[in-house]
């Protein structure tokens, strides 16, 4: 009988998409880079850019296959364009054949953990329901950096996703959110795609009450990596601290 491979979950350096790159090794274990090296199988978001990030693996730690022969399966468009994250919105389990025929199997999302504000969760959950095992390797999280470093409540915190896009939208939203941090000392967090960056920001200047604090990473691990928490009244009164050209994390609180 053959023993089942296992659902390896592989955190990617918060580089993605960032005009430098940094030493993997700087960012990421070597015992999570080992691990991802002895590999053949992967889940991924996007393939070209997964062998990207296979190359940098194999320059420190030698891969089991080489690039060509590794077997990378994509997840569906809809996946990133609408989520994975409700119970049946994608049936993962056809992805995970590999690991019932005794392979362990690798989850890779663009940067950051998979399945944490980026696509996985169905293919996580998917093993759950297979039997397999779920191994999360240790990696860089933009979130949890950002929430660390911001002076908020990290004993009750909520990432809430993406803002809306339409401006109205955007602000009757930061009111929401910012309501319930005040009110419950719950703080919340939220990313965006970097060209909404200036536009987020000053949504959240007009939006907030002067004494509501409010934080942001960006560029996390990278060497012009940032996180700044201060008062909305305090910012109004600096530069902002992102452009549109940086992954950033916000958060408000109080």
């Given at each position: 009988?053959?023993?089942?491979?296992?659902?390896?979950?592989?955190?990617?350096?918060?580089?993605?998409?960032?005009?430098?790159?940094?030493?993997?090794?700087?960012?990421?274990?070597?015992?999570?880079?080992?691990?991802?090296?002895?590999?053949?199988?992967?889940?991924?978001?996007?393939?070209k850019t997964a062998r990207?990030?296979?190359?940098?693996?194999?320059?420190?730690?030698?891969?089991?296959?080489?690039?060509?022969?590794?077997?990378?399966?994509?997840?569906?468009?809809?996946?990133?364009?609408?989520?994975?994250?409700?119970?049946?919105?994608?049936?993962?389990?056809?992805?995970?054949?590999?690991?019932?025929?005794?392979?362990?199997?690798?989850?890779?999302?663009?940067?950051?953990?998979?399945?944490?504000?980026?696509?996985?969760?169905?293919?996580?959950?998917?093993?759950?329901?297979?039997?397999?095992?779920?191994?999360?390797?240790?990696?860089?999280?933009?979130?949890?950096?950002?929430?660390?470093?911001?002076?908020?409540?990290?004993?009750?915190?909520?990432?809430?996703?993406?803002?809306?896009?339409?401006?109205?939208?955007?602000?009757?939203?930061?009111?929401?959110?910012?309501?319930?941090?005040?009110?419950?000392?719950?703080?919340?967090?939220?990313i965006e795609t970097p060209?909404?960056?200036?536009?987020?920001?000053?949504?959240?200047?007009?939006?907030?009450?002067?004494?509501?604090?409010?934080?942001?990473?960006?560029?996390?691990?990278?060497?012009?990596?940032?996180?700044?928490?201060?008062?909305?009244?305090?910012?109004?009164?600096?530069?902002?601290?992102v452009g549109n050209d940086?992954?950033?994390?916000?958060?408000?609180?109080?």
């Open positions: 009988m053959t023993t089942p491979g296992r659902l390896l979950l592989v955190p990617g350096p918060l580089d993605f998409g960032c005009a430098a790159q940094v030493p993997l090794a700087d960012v990421l274990p070597a015992g999570t880079l080992a691990a991802a090296a002895g590999l053949t199988h992967w889940i991924c978001e996007n393939a990207a990030y296979l190359k940098r693996i194999g320059e420190l730690h030698p891969l089991a296959a080489p690039l060509q022969q590794q077997a990378l399966v994509e997840l569906p468009r809809e996946v990133h364009k609408k989520g994975d994250h409700t119970p049946h919105a994608f049936d993962a389990r056809p992805l995970l054949q590999p690991a019932l025929d005794g392979h362990d199997v690798g989850l890779l999302s663009e940067a950051g953990m998979p399945a944490i504000a980026d696509p996985g969760s169905s293919v996580v959950r998917a093993a759950h329901d297979l039997g397999l095992a779920v191994v999360p390797l240790v990696g860089p999280v933009s979130l949890l950096l950002t929430l660390a470093a911001s002076g908020l409540n990290g004993q009750n915190f909520a990432f809430v996703g993406y803002l809306p896009q339409d401006p109205d939208g955007r602000l009757r939203r930061l009111r929401e959110l910012e309501k319930i941090a005040l009110a419950t000392g719950q703080a919340q967090l939220f060209y909404r960056n200036s536009a987020v920001w000053q949504a959240l200047l007009q939006a907030l009450q002067p004494a509501t604090r409010l934080a942001i990473g960006s560029g996390l691990t990278l060497p012009s990596a940032s996180c700044l928490s201060a008062t909305a009244s305090a910012w109004k009164k600096r530069p902002a601290p940086t992954p950033a994390v916000f958060g408000i609180g109080r």
